[in-house]
C-alpha cells in the first residue's frame, strides 16, 4: 500500500492499532527515515496510550500505559542491540501477552519472541514523501485476518 505523507501514515497507524489486541508482536523494519515511528505514534493515538511517542533508540524500550483500560504499548527500537543476548535482556516476553509490542528494527532479532506476529516493511518512495508499507502476518493469529482489511 502506498501513503503519500507522514500524516496518511500516522492516520493508518491509528487505523492498524483497531485490529491489535494484547499478546500481538509487530515487527517494523526499512530504512532510516521510513516512517517507523511516524507509524508506532499511530498505533499509539488508536490504542489510547499515553505518550509521547519517540523513538526510544537510547533508552530502548518505553512503556505507555492505557489511558482507557485497554493494552499498555511496548515500543522497541533494536537499533542498537547486538544480538539475541541483548534482547533476552530486555525481558519482553515478560510482558508480552498482556501488551501490544511493536519492534522497530526488530527483523532477525525478535522474532523468535512469538509464533504469531505482524511483520510490516515500510520503504521510501524516491523524490517525494510517499511510503510504501508491506504486510505480512506469521502464524494462525494472523491466518484469519484478511491482509485486505489492515490496508483499509
Do not use: C, N
Amino acid at each position: 500500500m502506498r501513503l503519500p505523507t507522514p500524516e496518511d501514515m500516522r492516520v493508518y497507524g491509528a487505523r492498524l492499532a483497531a485490529h491489535l489486541r494484547p499478546g500481538d508482536l509487530v515487527v517494523l523494519s526499512g530504512p532510516l527515515g521510513a516512517g517507523k515511528t511516524t507509524l508506532v505514534q499511530g498505533i499509539a493515538e488508536g490504542l489510547k496510550v499515553r505518550g509521547p511517542i519517540t523513538s526510544p533508540t537510547f533508552v530502548i524500550a518505553r512503556v505507555h500505559p492505557s489511558l482507557r483500560q485497554g493494552p499498555p504499548l511496548v515500543h522497541v527500537d533494536a537499533y542498537r542491540l547486538g544480538g539475541d543476548l541483548e534482547v533476552d535482556d530486555l525481558d519482553l516476553d515478560a510482558s508480552l501477552d498482556e501488551s501490544v509490542t511493536v519492534v522497530e528494527w526488530g527483523e532477525g532479532l525478535v522474532e523468535g519472541l512469538a509464533d504469531d506476529r505482524l511483520e510490516i516493511h515500510i520503504d521510501r518512495e524516491a523524490g517525494d514523501e510517499a511510503r510504501v508499507v508491506t504486510l505480512r502476518g506469521v502464524g494462525s493469529r494472523w491466518a484469519d485476518t484478511p491482509s485486505d482489511s489492515l490496508q483499509e
